[in-house]
């Protein structure tokens, strides 16, 4: 029983630890390796674990093998994901040998999903492990030397074998979720991504401080089954990052811009939402959009619309910020 | 000083254990995750920290942020990377949720080099860990549960900031290396790979029993900066992976077969051999060959020969076994 097994435990490797705080929350430390970093979807891939492994530790289910009632797999699938960075802690800033700590906490939100917080930062030796997720701090006061991360993830099976169109909610029978704490209303993703859905982007198109710079960049990207597939024949939702680098790219260059320049650009804060399942052979079509700061050139929001090519069923919606050096 | 915390410990994590045996070897569980398994490259990153993780434990140095003597940055860098596999146990057929153990042992090469084994089985409850890599095993007598994987690095430095041509060789000052076995000379890589670089295949073209089915493919591939590039700003090792197949699936497809006989083929003997460095700009020229078994079709040999198409500079020679299903 691995999840019993965890609760008052604490294990370390090669100077990483992780222990559960309570019943609510996991505190880990971790060192920065090749396989969870560099200018590619593996550090989002990697925070896609931790949220599995969290709910894994707390909630009484082994997500990674978990079935629903019918005795069918049933997969912890990523609806909603949300990265806040600053110019202090990013990603993209993010290198090998780096001590990073995460606390992780999950939050009830009935059966069928499960919202998870992780707050990330550089480990700072001797400065005692967190102990809880502070809400205020996480939503509305940011430390700059903290990256927070949002996944709001739901349970889905496959309701045709081999297709990956029309997944249906389906949670596990052993999943406990009455014990976490509830998240104040009006943090919910539940609303943000149903205005991403209504809006097709999650930036405030109405904003004054902001003008639109590209109204409508469109290409397409056919689903790399040597890249973007999963270990169960989904598409994994981690590749719909780079997807979107590959096309924000394209525009990027079209705008005179240099790879480099690329690659130096800080992603300030990243929203995707996941509103429909690609098939294993779909071609996307990608609309982009970009703003920027009526004062602040540098400072730029793009948008990015996928939908499968041939029905126009919208796949994601993704909105980032980016703050940028490159020549305008 | 986390590898001597690490000489005497056994670490634990949502069941994964980790543990040192004696000074020589690395002995894990660990459960396939998302972020480490799929029909993508996320496997070998793995094996590639595993190599790390390893040596870290074992030689005195924290490979991942390891620098030379002139306080310059030094990368282990992966020169030749070997995976062998079986019907029953392969890359492509570890999912969600499986536990694997793994046994890691590095080998002296000297101050420059080293040679690390992994040996990679689905873990059996009861079973007591393995302690020791058995040599004769791994070379002449597999097991078929058991994934065999070699890895073979070298410490490189860049010689020129920015640039990723001319790396040089440049090993950490605490490496420690003295105290591990050493392989016997008819196993070492350095021939197999100088024969590599000579023939520009693993396979021994003169051998009877293949049939030469494709004598060149070509296509091409340009680095992608959103996909193929580390934290340190140099091709991703594991990205080779999925360039080499991508070029196999445009052969794939170009031979009528279908993306899902792709999906389910074997690839029992994975042979790469790094022999050059790309920019991040750089645009790859890739030739394949393929031969199959004159009394078994289905047992195939593909060669990949990758190029810098403006130098014709090798980069990598990779050579697959691949048992497939596929009509021919």
Redesign the interface.
Known sequence: M??I??QS?K?????DT?ETVGTSSVFRQV????????????FV??I??WT??AI??LCGT?V??AVNTSGAPT?LAFYYFHIRSSPVIHPGC????DRIEILSTPFNFGSESILTLHRIKKASPGEPPAQSIDIEEFYDFPRSDCLYVETFNRWIARSREKSNRDLVKSSPVDFKYSHLCSLPEKYSPRLICSQARLNQTFHDIRSPEHVCVIDDFQTEYRI??????????LV?F?AYF?II??AL?KLWQQLGRS?QS??KRIVLDRKLCYLGNAE??SLLSITLKSWRKRDDPHNEIYNAVIQDSETARVIAVATMQIASEAPL
Chains 1, 2 share one sequence.
């Open positions: 691995q999840t097994e965890l435990s294990y370390h490797f090669i100077g992780l060192t920065i390796r090749p396989a969870m970093s560099g200018h590619n979807s593996l891939g990697q896609g674990d599995w492994d894994t530790a082994n990674f093998n997969y993010l290198t090998f040998g790399d089954i040597t890249r973007d597939v999963n270990a169960v024949g994994y981690a780079s680098d590959g790219l790879a690329f690659l294993l052979d």
